[in-house]
């Protein structure tokens, strides 16, 4: 076995900050007392050689793991509550390596005053990590299949090239502005941008039977990017929110620039199609849907 099981109990239970409404770890189940209503629960995967690559330094796997987990909580405008971690680690792990990862782990959460109350530790054949985050809802929480024709596209940052340059290891979420879209814009349907804009954006279309025209002049781009590749590459862990046009207005009231910022990019049609377009012209889609290998 790679690890010191009790070793790692130990720095879980001695890092965990105490709370009224919670019972971490140091027993065999964590206890939430109270809970908020409605709760949100939301799990993610990273597995080795398929999320990241043996580059990868201890601190970007565990930012990964707690940022991409925090990103689909931003997208049900939620606050971070707490977490549970399992762990499976490859047989060639030394304990220390193992205890280091876990410490990283741990620091990440902390970012967020996310507590860990519990999980697991196991050996496998490669690294094996998951993360069952919960969230308080601060509001409705935005669902897929709500979009009406007439709704105004945006999402909220630039997309494109995150896994070439590295920001796929450090996602930030977008947990101040999805909490500020939920308690005053009412999304008709928001999703964060994790398996890239065009996969993401037909899942909300899938969901509410309707279809969509996006302008490719409007999409914003980080630099060396096409539109084709924005919309095609993942792991952006932006927000693609669809809002009442009578909302979207008065966007410069209710969404301050601190907190976050919103581009219009389409809309929402009755007609099921989903359109790239520019300057009213329809373009083809060449690039493969971004997947992971």
Request: aromatic share 6%.
């Amino acid at each position: 076995m790679s690890f010191n099981e009790d070793q790692l109990h130990r720095l879980f239970t001695e890092r965990f900050q105490p709370r009224a409404d919670l019972l971490g770890p140091g027993n065999d189940c964590a206890i939430l007392v109270n809970p908020p209503q409605p709760f949100c629960i939301s799990c993610d995967q990273l597995i080795a050689g398929v999320h990241f690559d043996d580059s990868a330094s201890n601190r970007q796997i565990a930012e990964k793991l707690i940022g991409r987990s925090l990103s689909d909580l931003a997208a049900a405008g939620a606050s971070p509550y707490s977490c549970t971690i399992t762990c499976a680690f490859p047989n060639e792990f030394s304990n220390e390596q193992s205890f280091d990862l876990c410490e990283s782990i741990i620091a990440a959460a902390e970012q967020y005053d996310l507590p860990i109350i519990g999980g697991d530790c196991s050996s496998a054949n490669q690294l094996v990590l998951s993360c069952t985050v919960m969230g308080r809802a601060n509001g409705d929480v935005p669902q897929r299949n709500s979009a009406q024709a007439g709704g105004l596209i945006f999402v909220s940052r630039q997309l494109g090239g995150a896994v070439l340059s590295g920001r796929h290891l450090s996602p930030k979420p977008e947990l101040a502005l999805g909490k500020l879209l939920v308690e005053q814009c009412r999304p008709q349907a928001m999703i964060d941008l994790s398996d890239g804009f065009d996969n993401d954006l037909r899942r909300v279309l899938h969901s509410s039977n309707v279809g969509a025209i996006v302008d490719v002049d409007s999409i914003p781009l980080n630099d060396g990017c096409d539109w084709q590749q924005a919309v095609c590459e993942g792991e952006d862990y932006g927000l693609l929110v669809i809002l009442a046009p009578t909302i979207a207005a008065n966007l410069k009231t209710l969404i301050p620039s601190h907190v976050g910022q919103l581009y219009r990019v389409g809309e929402i049609t009755r007609d099921l199609e989903f359109v790239y377009q520019r300057n009213s012209l329809p373009l083809t889609l060449d690039k493969k849907p971004f997947r992971y290998s």
